[in-house]
């Protein structure tokens, strides 16, 4: 096995992310941009997508630290608008640019227009939730793109499987369809909540943070696996399982925290920068099988099914947004005003990503019987592209000054500041009084200085907040949180070149330079941490 290639996409994902952060231009754009040019530089390989790989190995880790970094909190209060779009506008989407597809392709079959409709019904907001960070969308905006995210595609994949039966001549049934989305449904919600609990207890009675790591990559991959075998739906498994460990992430040791932090950081990353890049590779591939389709034909439809795309995201968002406020009184007193703003923003991030193309490379080549091709499989594939590109590009460039453009309330940073610094006071508060409770007991003697060190630190962490709301200093123009934690890092880097010192005198030896070094290292984090 040729190990180059995987190699050289990593890495070249990665540079091209990392130069992203420094441009307006999302990363994921960017990836998909270069993809498509290094697809036609000499020399390079085929980089096909395998729905065998990207399916069951990328989707869980993608889907798990996204689920794992929402808040679940924040996803119950928006369970109604998450559930109109992750369930009903996938639904919706599979049939209106289904049926828009047959109409417009002569010869194509309904059901194979509909195995069309269900590969691009899935949006992917890994680059609408990046420029919604990037540009400071409201918070609830926010949470809706990302919980639409993730239960979107277990939808998509439910709907791919049902109308793909019908189109290879199965026998499908709408009965069988519907029987067949509410077992994979709940059958993958119920999965995630058998495992949820045992798995959390592992994680909190492992006592080392290496073995409580490797079970958290895990996790991901055995949900998935557990309910994909018996024919329940992985996605919606992995979901809940991610949601609840992210909500009870506090009983886990703090080194293991700390370690998974910066592991799923990374892992996230780099399958982020991979997939992107992916999807522009894929141009040869497609454009080579489309065979009769090539031309003013191929143009034409891939124009006409990006604008149905489009649209029946704004037919589908709108109504579910204001229906349910005008039918109901409850809902109305629930929730605050709403603007078209918001929705606006919802609709046209509508991007779509790797899923679709994984889930369209996964059409068999030929109909049940083995005889007969799949009706324009590669027309389908070659549409699949285009409306992943075509969304990417020319919504996932225009989002950003649209969103400026509609001037959203900013977000009231000193309120939030004060809510932090009011919570951090009330914590304070009761760790103070433990503190003198723990001290008054005589097995948890200390000397006067380090009890004393105790009330210092604690007092420090009270003040940290307070001192954010303080004014900028003239002369250096930081802030008292940029200054402290400058001086922290000055500090922290002149013992650590004593340290480094003593190494090379051979006063100390390598293995205690890097317990000096981590013990440094957490200071320096502990210093950041508290000023952010």
Known sequence: MDVMPLLLLVAGSAVIAAAGRRTPVPAPLLLVAAGLVVSYVP?????????????????PPLLHTAATDSSYLDLRAQLRPVALLSVGYV??????????LHLLVPGLPLAAALVFGAVVAPPDAVAATAVARRVGLPSRVTTILQGESLFND??????????LAAAVGEGATWAGGVAEFLIAAIGGVGIGLVLMAPLHWLRTHLKEALLQNTLSLLIPFVAYAAAEQVHASGVLAVVVVALYLGHRAWEVDFATRLQEEAVWKMVAFVLESS??????????????????????????????VFLVVVAARFVWVYPATFLPRALSARIRAREAD?????????????????VSLAIAFSIPLTLHDGDEPFP????????????VIGTLVVQGLTLPP????????????????????????QASRAAEQHLEELLSDERNALPGPLAER????????????WERLGQVNPVTGETVDDTYRRLAREMISAERTVFVKLRDGRYIDDEMLRTLLRRLDLEEAAAYRETT
């Open 91 to 100: 639904l919706f989407a599979t049939f209106a640019v289904g049926w828009a």
């Open 43 to 59: 020399g390079v390989p085929d980089y096909t997508l395998d729905p065998h790989i990207v399916l069951p190995l990328l989707l």
């Open 338 to 354: 709403l603007t078209w703003k918001g929705p606006f923003v919802i609709g046209w991030a509508g991007m779509r990503g790797v």
């Open 402 to 425: 649209l969103i400026r453009l509609l001037k959203f309330p900013e977000r009231d940073t000193q309120a939030e500041t004060l809510a932090e610094a009011n919570a951090q006071a």
């Open 275 to 304: 997939v992107f890049a992916l999807i522009g590779l894929q141009l040869p591939v497609v454009v080579r099988g489309l065979g009769e389709y090539e031309g003013a034909d191929a143009v034409r439809y891939a124009l006409i």
């Open 154 to 163: 277990a939808t998509a994949i439910t709907a791919f499987k049902v109308a």
């Open 454 to 465: 105790l009330r210092t630190v604690l007092e420090r962490r009270r003040n940290a907040v």
């Open 376 to 387: 324009q499989r590669n027309l389908i594939l070659f549409l699949t592209f285009t409306t």
